[in-house]
């Protein structure tokens, strides 16, 4: 059985003692009296043959290393049947079948449940905004133009830190170091990531990030043109003032 929990949106695996570490990419530890842990800095955690309370232990003692916690950890569990000379694959059930247990192979599962957890988490996120977009361009077909700037620049804000995120920290489409160890394991990753869906995922966010982006700062532009028109009619207006001051000096 292997437990992965989403802890929240940094793991400061920097602060963990490199000396208790079975692997460093990523960082593997043991836990509990048999299983062992994998850390990844994107502030998910891969637990493999752990009991519930050796993982409640485990957790807490990381928590003082995660930056802004999740108030409900995300989590997916799956279980591993070890089958020596058996194909590499996922069963319909979700069951991964393994021919022998390796460092590489448990490495691997941990980095593609891992990354399943960090697209539900920013799906969920983006979702969110992704439905605050439509009433927005609603209003625009209405002919309303009074957007707040804040709330847009607000939502731009939003998708380039989620971009930054899924690409700069989680690193969703790369491949786990332990392939360039162990070539032969190509296969393996790429069933567990087509069972996953985690290009495909990826792409829809990325689109869906795109769309925001655009919508916001298509929005943001039309708030600065009808400003600069308005600050053009306040100019045209201080002229013809002026004008009609300097007219009404020469006929007194």
């Known amino acids: 059985m292997v437990r992965a929990v ?8 920097r602060a963990v003692d490199q000396r208790l570490a079975l692997a460093t990419t990523p960082l593997t530890l043991n836990a509990g009296r048999k299983g062992f842990a994998v850390l990844f800095r994107y502030g998910v955690v891969a637990l493999f043959d752990v009991t519930a309370d050796e993982e409640a232990h485990f957790l807490a003692d990381l928590a003082r290393l995660v930056s802004e916690p ?15 000379g058996a194909i590499e694959q996922v069963e319909p059930d979700g069951t991964i079948v393994l021919g022998e247990i390796t460092p590489e192979r448990l490495q691997i599962i941990a980095d593609v449940l891992a990354k399943d957890l960090v697209l539900e988490h920013y799906e969920s996120r983006i979702a969110a905004v992704f439905d605050r977009v439509e009433p927005l361009a609603a209003r625009l077909k209405m002919g309303r133009r009074n957007f707040s700037p804040r709330d847009l620049l607000a939502q731009m804000g939003d998708v380039l830190l989620t971009k930054h995120r899924m690409v700069g920290r989680a690193e969703v489409l790369e491949k786990p170091e332990a392939l360039w160890n162990v070539p032969s394991l190509e296969g393996l990753f790429g069933r567990l990531e087509r069972e996953y869906e985690i290009r495909e995922r990826s792409r829809a966010l990325d ?11 298509t929005l943001l532009d039309l708030v600065h043109t009808r400003r600069s028109l308005n600050l053009e009619w306040y100019i045209i207006g201080l002229i013809v003032f002026e004008i009609l001051l300097s007219l009404w000096q020469v006929v007194r």
């Open 207 to 217: 689109r869906k990030l795109e769309v925001i982006g655009d919508t916001a700062e």
């Open 6 to 13: 989403l802890l929240g949106e940094r793991l400061d695996i």
């Open 70 to 84: 999740l108030a409900e950890p995300g989590r997916v569990q799956c279980h591993i049947d070890i089958i020596p």
